[in-house]
């Protein structure tokens, strides 16, 4: 558990031209003008959504160094796992809220920034308790509890009537799960040793309900929960499982369907979810991320990439979090490379993903 002190110390129908280039946050804003719809973004997962809480705790599992944020505005090492943006970033900028959702453990934070929402993401972490105890990350639960912290200091600063308000409309974006099947099961296979594959597909499936019913009673109306992507593809997976690690570098279809299959089981839960909560006027909403960055991968060449096996930083094969560090070579354009480091798609992938997703977008916040 991290020290309080450190507290205060696609089918992918793309348009062309969105494959070309990023707009800058501000354009994104202009697309849809949801702000008044959206009272503010709050998220919770691991790397994949994490803007740097765990720059404020003990922890190896960081990012807040080049050559990560080269492509962020003032080529910032911000503590997100990525050359520049995440998607939660592009989703909070394409909904009028702000550019960028700033880590909660960050403690220069104003009213405003806090108001118009935070992650609460650490990378490292996952659904199972023990994929964050591996790392010394913060715990999906520990991720709630300054949930309710947060709720707290809002109610204090502007009342509890705006307070809940603000909560109504806000979206809350969950994005998690990968590092248990990658790590905690496939790689260290601790939970191996007393699952099969579905037990704890199982096991996870019951840690998401458990979750949303606890942002439910938080006063949570609208939620995203992203699914896993294509496991077997990422490229520090493809090192662990290939026969021929540098020559052969084709994804491992076998992992990869374990993680669709799991996507399957969270989808049917999600939908019960959403009927059972629906009346009550909240929207549970599935987001797939697997078709489209598969998709990507196998037609990387299509959308003007030219590596899809390989990070951008080191050898591609392995870095990730301090082993993609300054000392590093690094690939002259990540906007070439699907993946930035061994595990983290490149700002470019998360432009092109979120482009895919807008119409799921588009029906969760307006």
């Not at 031209?17 to 501000?26: I, K, N, T």
């Not at 202009?30 to 973004?41: D, L, P």
């Not at 104003?110 to 199972?128: C, K, Y």
């Amino acid at each position: 558990m991290e020290p309080r002190a450190c507290r205060h110390s696609v089918t992918l129908p793309l348009f062309f031209l969105s494959v070309l280039f990023f707009p800058r946050a501000e354009a994104l804003t202009k697309e849809r003008g949801f702000n008044r719809s959206v009272s503010a973004v709050f998220v919770f997962g691991d790397s994949t959504v994490d803007p740097g809480n765990n720059n404020y705790i003990y922890t190896p599992i960081r990012s807040n160094f080049p050559p990560y944020g080269r492509s962020f505005e003032n080529q910032e090492p911000t503590g997100r796992f990525c050359d520049g943006r995440l998607a939660t970033d592009f989703i909070a900028s394409y909904a009028g809220i702000k550019e960028y959702v700033p880590p909660y453990l960050d403690p220069t934070l104003s009213l405003e920034e806090l108001m118009t929402g935070v992650s609460f993401a650490s990378a490292g972490s996952g659904l199972d308790p023990l994929t964050a105890r591996i790392s010394n990350v913060i715990e999906i639960s520990k991720q709630v509890e300054y949930y309710k912290e947060y709720r707290k200091r809002i109610e204090i600063a502007i009342g509890k009537r705006r307070t809940n308000n603000l909560i109504k409309k806000a979206v809350f974006v969950i994005s998690c799960g990968t590092n248990d099947l990658v790590i905690s099961y496939f790689t260290l296979r601790i939970r191996r040793q007393t699952y099969t594959i579905p037990e704890y597909q199982h096991f996870l499936i019951q840690k998401v309900e458990q979750l949303i019913q606890s942002l439910w009673a938080q006063g949570a109306r609208r939620i995203a929960f992203v699914g896993l992507p294509p496991i077997g593809c990422l490229p520090i997976v493809i090192t662990l499982n290939s026969q021929n690690a540098f020559l052969q570098r084709g994804c491992i279809d076998e992992l990869s369907l374990v993680a669709k299959d799991y996507n399957l089981k969270l989808q049917n839960k999600l939908k019960a979810m959403h009927r059972n909560l629906a009346h009550f006027g909240g929207t549970i909403a599935y987001i797939d991320i697997y078709g489209p960055l598969s998709n990507l991968i196998q037609g990387y060449n299509k959308f003007g990439f030219e590596e899809a096996a390989n990070g951008c930083c080191g050898s591609g094969i392995i870095e990730t979090s301090f082993l993609c560090n300054p000392k590093s070579y690094v690939c002259p354009d990540a906007s070439k490379y699907v993946f930035w480091d061994s595990v983290h798609p490149t700002e470019r992938t998360y432009y092109i993903i979120f482009q895919n997703l807008r119409p799921i977008i588009d029906r969760i916040i307006s």
